[in-house]
C-alpha cells in the first residue's frame, strides 16, 4: 500500500485541489477493486493540528490525522492556498520541517499551482524546475531566486518532487503520478472516468503576458509603454536607443534587470499578446493578424507563435474564436 498524505493547510485553500486529489485515487482504488485486485493507496488528510479548517467560509475539512501521528508517508499532496504568499508559507510554516523530513525517509512531494510557494519554501527545489501558475511567475522568481521556475511547464518531476501548472491543470499531475504508481492503462481509465485530457505538458496558451512593471525604474516602464503603444510597427533596439537616448548596453542591461527579458524577447511577446487577441476577437486571417502585429516574414511568425503558445496561429485561432465554424455534424 501506498500511503497519500493530503495536506490540509490554513489560509484560502483551494478546495478543490484537496477533494480531487482524495476523488482521484480513491477512484484508482475502485478501479483496483472492481477487477478483484487490492486498492493500492490509503489516503489521508494530513493538518498541523487536528482543528478542522474552513475554507470560503462555507466548507469545513477536518483533518484525519495530524502530521505529528504520521511517522512515515509515500506522497505529500500540498494544495493550492491563495492570497499574499508571505503571509500563506508563515501560516504554514509548521508543515515545512516534517515535509523535509519525510522527503528524507522517501517521500515525494508534490505541489499543485500555487502550492508550489510552500513546496519551494522547503529547499527541496532549490536548483530543480518547478512550476506553477503562471500569474504568480513574477512573484515567485522574487522569492525564490535559486529555483528553476517554468512557468510554461503543466508538470514537473524532479527526482521526488512534482510540481503543476495553473488552476485545474493539478489533474494532469494527478494522472501522472498515477501512471508512474500503477500503469498507462489506469491513468487513461482514470482520464476518461474523470475527463480529463492526459498528457497535457504546457499551459503556454494560457499565459496572459501583462508586461513586466513591477519594478523601480521608470525610464524602462517609459520604453514598455512605447513599445506597447506601438506594437504594429517595425521596432528595433537600435530605434529605441535613439528615441530615448540611451545607450544600447545601457538599455539592455537595465531592461534586462527590470523585467528579466532582453529587449528582444520583450518586443516579440507584447506582439504575440497581440496576436492572440486578434485571433481570439475577429474573422482575420493568419496573414492579416501578421501584418496587424508588425510581422512580415509568415514563417518567422509562425515558429515565433507556436513557441511562445505552445499551438500554432491556426490551432490557437480554431481553439479561441467562438466564431471560427465548428465542424459539420451528423
Not at 61 to 86: E, S
Amino acid at each position: 500500500m501506498k500511503h497519500i498524505s493530503i495536506l490540509i493547510p490554513k489560509g484560502a485553500v483551494a478546495l478543490g485541489c484537496i477533494d480531487g486529489s482524495f476523488r482521484v485515487f480513491s477512484q484508482v482504488n475502485e478501479f483496483l477493486r472492481q477487477t478483484d485486485e487490492d486498492p493500492l493507496f490509503t489516503v489521508q488528510l494530513v493538518g498541523m493540528t487536528g482543528d478542522t479548517q474552513v475554507y470560503d467560509r462555507l466548507f469545513s475539512v477536518k483533518p484525519d490525522v495530524t502530521i505529528a501521528d504520521v511517522a512515515k508517508t509515500d506522497l505529500i499532496i500540498i494544495p493550492a492556498v491563495n492570497g499574499d504568499m508571505d503571509e500563506v508559507v508563515e501560516a504554514n510554516r509548521g508543515f515545512l520541517p516534517w515535509i523535509r523530513q519525510q522527503h528524507a525517509r522517501g517521500a515525494e512531494v508534490a505541489s499543485l499551482c500555487v502550492g508550489a510557494f510552500i513546496l519551494a519554501a522547503t529547499g527541496l527545489v532549490d536548483g530543480r524546475k518547478c512550476s506553477t501558475h503562471w500569474l504568480s511567475e513574477e512573484l515567485f522568481r522574487d522569492m525564490f531566486p535559486n529555483v528553476e521556475l517554468v512557468p510554461d511547464r503543466i508538470i514537473t518531476d524532479e527526482q521526488g518532487t512534482y510540481s503543476s501548472g495553473g488552476a485545474n491543470s493539478f489533474y494532469n499531475l494527478l494522472l501522472h503520478i498515477v501512471e508512474k504508481y500503477t500503469n498507462r492503462d489506469l491513468a487513461i481509465l482514470c482520464s476518461k472516468y474523470f475527463a480529463i485530457e492526459i498528457d497535457r505538458s504546457s499551459q503556454s496558451a494560457f499565459i496572459m503576458f501583462k508586461g513586466q512593471k513591477d519594478h523601480p525604474d521608470d525610464s524602462v516602464k517609459e520604453i514598455q509603454s512605447y513599445i506597447e503603444s506601438n506594437f504594429a510597427e517595425r521596432i528595433t533596439v537600435d530605434q529605441l536607443t535613439t528615441h530615448f537616448a540611451i545607450s544600447r548596453r545601457s538599455l539592455e542591461r537595465r531592461f534586462k534587470k527590470a523585467t528579466r527579458n532582453t529587449v528582444t524577447e520583450y518586443i516579440q511577446r507584447v506582439k504575440i499578446e497581440a496576436a492572440k487577441k486578434g485571433f481570439e476577437t475577429s474573422r482575420k486571417n493568419i496573414t492579416e493578424v501578421m501584418f496587424e502585429v508588425g510581422y512580415t516574414d509568415n514563417k518567422a511568425f509562425r515558429t515565433l507563435f507556436k513557441r511562445t503558445t505552445g499551438l500554432s496561429p491556426v490551432e490557437y485561432r480554431k481553439k479561441y474564436n467562438r466564431n471560427v465554424p465548428m465542424p459539420a455534424r451528423y
